[in-house]
């Protein structure tokens, strides 16, 4: 049992995958490390899937996730959330950051912003265009919400103190996307709130975007969560592990094997004879044994051997 001050505190935590494939090594750490960690402060651990992207998802990938956390031990409390049926609680929100004057209209299309960021070597960056309406004659296609300047900051379990400025390095923002879709920075805010998240454990591909949420959860008076950014597992050519660099999904066959393979990248400590254990004492084990002050803060590290598909299986 880790000896930090977490472990007197109530706990809930998540796990929030999107259904945009099976679990490859890198997601089953996310899930695995949230687990952990919410176990070890003998806390709830929630599963929601993130299936508000239509065009993004995967048919039976939603299923295929939960089979494999159920094999790999991994049980979750209560009933699992899906957010295609919480689609008022995310109007609501939009209706409250209308209110409090936050939201407008953005008419911009993602080429007009590219030149218009291009020609001020802005990139990435909303250039405001909207932000005072929008030009006679257009009509808005999106949502946004405005940013104010200052720096927005956490102090991150393991990666430490992350300060960013909304302003310059992000800009106005959108909650309401030009195809209709909720934005995930308003949805995951929304539910980590309605759900009573006091714990967020989740990939460092992720960390950028917690300032937007920080921010959300600001101007919506919701209370923010602590955070832990793990690192994400790459490719030897340095690529995140993902359904783009060819992760290779993860079976429910060498359940041991592929969890002894997320401890090590984790830098937890092993069983004596580790390849024996059933994979229910390997996870109790791991439960007993989690260490966050064990886990190296890095943004990454190198996935183990086998898991990409772009390397001959070991
Ligand atoms: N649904 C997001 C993903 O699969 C994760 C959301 C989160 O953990 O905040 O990348």
Redesign the pocket.
Known sequence: MPADELSRTPYRGRF???PTGPLHFG?LV?AVGSYLDARAHNGEWLVRI?DIDPPREVSGAADDILRTLDAFGLEWDGSVVYQSLRSEHYTSALDRLRRYGYLYGCACTRREIADSTLKHGTAGVYPGTCRNGILPGRTPRSLRVRVEPGSTGLNDRLQGSTRQSLSEEVGDFIVLRADSLIA?QLA?VVDDAEQEMTH?V?GVD?LESTPRQIYLQQLLELPTPAYLHLPVAVTSTGDKLSKQTCARPIGRDRRTAVLLDVLRFLHQELPDSPGDARIDELRDWAIEHWDVSNIPAHRALPSPLGYSGAEARP
Request: aromatic fraction near 10%; glycine fraction near 0%; avoid cysteine.
């Open positions: 929030a995958p999107s997601s996310a993130e995930y995951v967020i989740r992720l």
